[in-house]
T-cell receptor, first 118, second 113 residues
């Protein structure tokens, strides 16, 4: 069964450093998302991406964040200068284009990258 | 800003009995609702969903009920199995062009053998 993969599984970085989190969405999916979950809190939407551009972003997704689909398979989240409060689990998700028998609402999540900023 | 609320942080049931997980929402623009299951150190796994034009959707042991007038949905698991023990998240989407999901805080379900 196809699945979303994410690397690395755990990233430790120092405050102020740049990090890139990588995701490989399911191959026929066209909608891509990043969410995060701070320990003990709910899963929060960060950004959605479709047709090579951001379709919506939350207020969390400020100028320090960027996303990119550098090739036909990877989807990346970059944090330019990490802060302590960026420590969280980051989940990538994807969904397929709406068509008969498919549903773009149903997002499939990767296993997450645990980002620890020290 | 809790647009999706799961007021029970935990639920414990006996194996073989019914588990009922509840979720309330406040945003009238939500038109699609989903339940996800999450084990520790894993990502959320899609379980079942329902469109706002329906009031029930069933998939095997899992049934989701939607009461639009009450802005309430519930997930029924019958019969419950120990492997169902996990955190269950309710999520909602207002559709549009991006399908972003708004999640509840989750309910930890424990099914005791």
């Amino acid at each position: 069964e196809p699945e979303v993969t994410q690397t690395p599984s755990h990233q430790v970085t120092q405050m102020g450093q740049e990090v890139i989190l990588r995701c490989v969405p399911i191959s026929n999916h066209l909608y891509f998302y990043w969410y995060r979950q701070i320990l003990g809190q709910k899963v929060e939407f960060l950004v959605s991406f479709y047709n090579n551009e951001i379709s919506e972003k939350s207020e969390i997704f400020d100028d320090q964040f960027s996303v990119e689909r550098p090739d036909g398979s990877n989807f990346t989240l970059k944090i330019r200068s990490t802060k302590l409060e960026d420590s969280a689990m980051y989940f990538c998700a994807s969904s397929e284009p709406a068509s008969y028998g498919s549903n773009s609402y149903e997002q499939y999540f990767g296993p997450g990258t645990r980002l620890t900023v020290t | 800003d809790q647009q999706v609320k799961q007021n029970s942080p935990s639920l414990s049931v006996q194996e073989g009995r019914i588990s009922i997980l509840n979720c309330d929402y406040t945003n009238s623009m939500f038109d699609y609702f989903l339940w996800y299951k999450k084990y520790p150190a894993e990502g959320p796994t899609f379980l079942i969903s329902i469109s706002s034009i329906k009031d029930k959707n069933e998939d095997g042991r899992f049934t989701v009920f939607l009461n639009k007038s009450a802005k309430h949905l519930s997930l029924h698991i019958v019969p419950s199995q120990p492997g169902d023990s996990a955190v269950y998240f309710c999520a909602a989407s207002a559709g549009g062009s991006n399908y972003k999901l708004t999640f509840g805080k989750g309910t930890l379900l424990t099914v005791n053998p």
